[in-house]
């Protein structure tokens, strides 16, 4: 150790002396007591203290000598002693009241006094869901270790499953019974949506057939998802709304699509004023006038290739077609309505269209003998035409009194499109659900995760009831968050039934030693820290096995009802997380025997938030099994909490005096969830119909990672009687942009950072106004104190709001308003920052004005 410095007239680091207008080391008058100490050491008999000075009348007379700085600094350390003894009294002065202390270890010593244990942490738990091979089962064993993803600095973390689980191939995806349903064919507005079991290939506005079960209907292709085909119905009656019945394998739905044939009529083209369509439509057959002055319309058919033709009995289309064959299906697609039809026949023919007229021919004077009086004058189109004759649907005759001049005819559909069979149920899911799967192997209480399949949204729930249905089995699903099983739909959910509850730690195994067999209260420390502890009604516990002589012994609180040959042992963790196993003695608890070696701990590390995991992180298995294919974490694995801090000791440490491990209050209900591990906040309420209502949260605002485990430990402290409703925390997204106005002399991107921080910092001792930490639940915020924290800031001249409202909303609130279970929350992506230049605000947005 070096020794004090001199007492010197130059700066040093201590306090200014004002008298002499000098820095001393000691403080205020030092010198003045080392002159003094000088003066009191010479001896009277002239005997002098090495290096020291002497008083004679005419002053002080300076007496040299190579060892004067060795007396100084014999003078000078009491006074250094009076010091450090000073400064060690004022310390652990401030170490004796639990309201004041700093080190961890002293508040551990308090908290014990006080019956609190301080939070140590728990680790992060979860499910994991395993996809086993195909056409296997096994069981997976405790302790199973698992691995997470890297990503970014985080590194790859270790899980555990907790429990020996059973597991089988069928049950990686179990299908609800009533997943799938017959496919219906309902018109809705003339709009139907049907699976298929290829895709179809077909264009929006391609004219497709749709028949089966002795239905047709003429559509347009409306959508083309994948899967799925959208169809218009464009045949009108009041059938458009009624359903069809339903599929039927023996009779199956089929859409007829994509005509090699595509005709018109014949005389669709034709001049209107030569050939009025009002005539053209008429399928009489032609007969010349005989009336002056008086015109005729209709058809001559001749050269039929089979039959015969009578008026309105067939089609006549503009051409002559390819043959269709007897009994196809063909569409007569028309401006606003269209028809399905069945061939008869189909033959070729000449068609014409006639106009007669007879004209008076003016007769000279004389006539001449047997000159014409009239003449005959006709026009006409031809064409050699296929002839249809054609029957509705189901058989019945179908005339044509007017002939459809507007219709077009498709007819040779080249592709065959089988619709699906079955479609998802849209029906919703109910608690009690029959299951695809051969369950008899299946426990009751089992953890699954419910599934939907459209956007992988994922829930946890306990099978409470497994029975047999028929070739089913019938279950009823416990969820256990504030999702209900409503929340999903049964064509579009499956069960991942081979799931596991994990927690963050890897297992460990280490001698502690041996004992004597005599001495009592024998104690032994852990090398790692950090042991695994998992959130239970007792708060949480150790994930520790402590065996003697191979034989495993019991954890308690204490040794007070202890007998003296009971094999048990209590645990203690100091303030760096190392865990000790004390055992008994005295009658009170068994001493170990003695032995070699003969003291082993079985124990897990891991602990705290870095164990939180996001879901789809887990996906690796430490150890290859022959069974196991695949895992994953549909959910997070969350609630991993850190030891508490000391201003968390501090803060908590008088909570089991005023509850006495009871809740009889409101208070005591939130002061003992904040004594369960990872609960960083709380808060309690009485309910209309006389239950009580309690929220908590962890550190980060989320809810409770095993609200279950927080129920019985407030269970096993509380009233049963009265009802108790645990309700999760809500973060309310608001949307703030602002106009911040920058001093001279600081950065845009300084004042930027600064004002972020002010309100979005989380790890400072002053948080951000709208993260959890910064805020307290149903807390409302105003306008006017937004703008009175950014203005602290020195950077800072002026602000304005141009957006501040709870989402969607785009204005600027007053004041924002949250409930008892909410808080308000701004996230980096709902938060826009623009700095702007000195004296670009308005006068009324800057400081002072």
């Known amino acids: 150790m070096s020794r004090p410095p001199i007492v010197r007239k130059t700066p040093s680091p201590r306090g200014i002396n004002n008298d002499q207008n000098q820095t001393t080391y000691f403080g205020l008058r030092f010198t003045d007591l080392v002159a003094l100490a000088e003066d009191l050491a010479q001896d009277p008999a002239g005997v002098k203290v090495p290096g020291s000075s002497h008083r004679l009348a005419a002053g002080i007379v300076e007496l040299p000598g190579k060892d004067r700085g060795l007396a100084r600094t014999l003078i000078e350390i009491p006074a250094i002693l009076a010091h450090i003894l000073g400064e060690h009294q004022s310390h652990y002065a401030a170490e004796a009241f639990v309201g004041t202390a700093t080190q961890p270890n002293s508040l551990i010593r308090h908290a014990r006094k006080l019956a609190y244990v301080p939070d140590q942490g728990v680790a992060a738990t979860g499910l994991a869901v395993f996809d086993v091979k195909e056409g296997l089962a096994g069981d997976v064993p405790a302790l199973f270790a698992l691995q997470s993803e890297p990503k970014g600095a985080i590194k790859s973390q270790t899980y555990e499953t907790l429990e020996d689980i059973h597991v089988q191939a069928q049950w990686n995806a179990i299908l609800p019974a009533a997943a799938r349903v017959p496919t219906p064919v309902t018109f809705i507005d003339n709009l139907v949506t049907l699976p298929l079991l290829t895709p179809s290939g077909l264009d929006i506005g391609d004219i497709v057939l749709l028949q089966g079960q002795g239905k047709s209907a003429v559509c ?26 339903a599929f039927s394998p023996s009779d199956p739905y089929v859409v007829l699509a994509q005509p090699d044939l595509e005709t018109r009529m014949f005389g669709h083209s034709a001049d209107p004023l030569a050939f009025p369509p009002a005539e053209l439509s008429d399928p009489g057959s032609y007969v010349a006038p005989t009336t002056v002055s008086t015109i005729t319309h209709g058809y001559t058919v001749s050269g039929i290739s089979s039959g015969s033709y009578s008026a309105g009995s067939s089609l006549l289309l503009a051409e002559t ?113 029959a299951l695809a799967a051969d369950l008899s192997d299946m426990p009751p209480g089992r953890a699954v995760i419910v599934e939907r399949l459209s956007d992988s949204f994922a829930a946890s729930a306990t099978i409470t009831r497994i029975e047999p249905l028929g070739t089913n089995w019938e279950v009823t699903l416990s969820f256990d968050a504030e999702v209900t099983a409503s929340s999903f739909v049964l064509g579009d959910v499956h069960i991942r039934a081979n799931a596991a509850r994990v927690s963050h730690g890897e297992s460990k195994s280490e001698v502690l030693g041996a004992s004597d067999g005599v001495t009592p209260h024998q104690s032994f420390t852990l090398k790692s820290a950090d042991v695994t502890r998992i959130a239970s009604a007792e708060g949480s516990t150790l994930a520790l096995s402590l065996r003697v002589n191979g034989v495993l012994w019991d954890p308690v609180t204490d040794f007070h009802a202890s007998a003296p040959e009971d094999r048990l042992y209590r645990t203690e963790a100091d303030a760096d997380g190392h865990v000790s196993a004390h055992f008994g003695g005295e009658n009170r608890g068994a001493v170990p025997p003695s032995g070699t070696r003969n003291i082993t701990a079985d124990y897990r590390v891991g602990l705290g938030r870095i164990g939180d995991a996001e879901a789809g992180r887990l996906t690796r298995i430490k150890k290859a099994s022959p069974i196991l294919q695949a895992v994953s974490n549909p959910l997070p694995l969350a609630g991993g909490t850190d030891r508490a801090a000391v201003d968390d000791m501090r803060r908590q440490a008088t909570k089991p005096i005023l509850t006495f491990d009871r809740a009889v209050s409101l208070q005591d209900y939130a002061d003992l969830a904040l004594l369960f591990p990872g609960i960083a906040r709380a808060a309690a309420r009485w309910l209309d119909r006389g239950a009580i209502e309690l929220i908590a949260a962890s550190v980060d605002g989320a809810p409770p990672a095993d609200p279950t485990a927080l129920r019985a430990f407030l269970d096993a402290r509380r009233d049963t009687e009265i009802p108790l409703v645990l309700l999760t925390p809500q973060a309310i997204d608001i949307a703030l942009n602002l106009r911040i106005e920058r001093n001279r002399a600081w950065l845009a991107d300084a004042v930027r950072l600064d004002a972020t921080a002010a309100l979005l910092d989380s790890e400072t001792q002053n948080p951000g106004m709208f993260t959890f930490a910064g805020r307290a639940f149903s807390a409302p915020q105003s306008l006017s104190g937004l703008y009175a924290r950014l203005l602290e800031l020195d950077g800072v001249t002026g602000v304005e709001a141009n957006r501040f409202a709870i989402l969607p909303d785009t204005g600027v609130a007053d004041i924002l308003h949250a409930t008892d279970r909410q808080w308000l929350r701004l996230t980096p992506s709902n938060l826009v920052i623009d700095v702007v230049e000195p004296g670009a605000l308005i006068p009324e947005f800057q400081v002072g004005v």
């Open 321 to 433: 077609t390819p043959p269709i064959a007897a009994g196809a299906e063909i569409a007569l697609v028309r401006a606003g309505s269209a028809t399905p039809l069945r061939v008869a026949q189909a033959r070729e023919a000449a068609v014409s269209f006639r106009r007669g007229e007879l004209i008076a021919i003016p007769q000279p004077s004389p006539a001449p003998t047997g000159f014409p009086q009239n003449q005959l004058a006709e026009r006409s189109i031809s064409v050699r035409s296929t002839l249809l004759d054609v029957t509705n649907v189901d058989g019945t005759a179908q005339d044509w009194p007017a002939l459809p001049l507007d219709g077009v005819i498709y007819a040779g559909w080249a592709r065959r499109i089988v619709i699906a069979p079955s479609q998802p149920n849209p029906a919703n899911l109910t608690a009690t659900v």
């Open 220 to 245: 347009e292709v409306s959508g083309d998802a994948p899967g799925l085909l959208e169809l218009r119905r464009l045949s009108q009656g009041a059938e458009s709304a009624d359903p069809w019945p």
